[in-house]
């Protein structure tokens, strides 16, 4: 599944993938892999990512709960 | 072809390597980090590259033992192992984990080192087949072993260019719908 969180989170600090990347210390391929759902990354660049652009891990990582409709 | 004299430039050449290697790890470790993602492909990678090998070690020995293959076993090992290779780094290379974080600087070094390796073996192999030491007693010889090489560094070369083609491919379509 798509992060679109974080594709938003790092669209309005202005940055591009490789400029993130580079911040976090991954490559730009890794970095694009995470925002199109394709690796799941570790809890440390997890929190590398959240540091860098200033969000906490609920608001970029956490799945959103699919809502149950009650009988 | 003096072969004890082939065994010790080869095994002197191999040792060479691994000495200047050792010297320069730390440099070298530096200017060639791996991320996670990229550490987990080349996880992927080793296992293919070592079961291709493995499968092509089966097949080489089992032909041996039926036909009269007329390739010098030292060659077919080599051959076999070369297989594991280059599987191994197509693999990482589709992945985008063979040239590390600092990629495209890599990239520039690698295919540099690659270009002079492949001329100097293509040098190195029109003498051996000009002076008829690529066929020996009806075997082909250890002057195959530039041949190898040149068709190694040739197949990650075309992994490499196919690569940044799509790359470039995917990178202008999305730019599109952008």
Known sequence: MKNLRLKSARAALDMSQQQLAD???VSR???????KGDYNPTIKLCRSICRVLGKTLDELFWEEEETVAEP | ???????I??????LCVLIVGIFMKQKLRSLKEYDERQK????TGYKLGFFTMMFACMAYGSATLVWDVPVLPMVGTIACAFLGVGVFAVYCIWNDAYFGIKGMRNKVRWLMIAGACVVLNIISALRIYAEGEF????????????LLVILLFLAILSAILVKTCLVRQQ????SELD
Do not use: H, R
């Open chain 1, 23 to 25: 911040a976090v210390g």
């Open chain 1, 29 to 35: 391929q890794t970095m694009n892999a995470i925002e």
């Open chain 2, 1 to 7: 072809m003096n072969k004890e004299a082939y065994m």
């Open chain 2, 9 to 14: 430039g080869l095994w002197s050449g191999i």
């Open chain 2, 40 to 43: 987990i492909v080349q996880g």
């Open chain 2, 135 to 146: 066929i020996e007693d009806g075997v082909i010889g250890v002057g195959a072993m530039n």
């Open chain 2, 171 to 174: 990178t202008a379509d999305e």
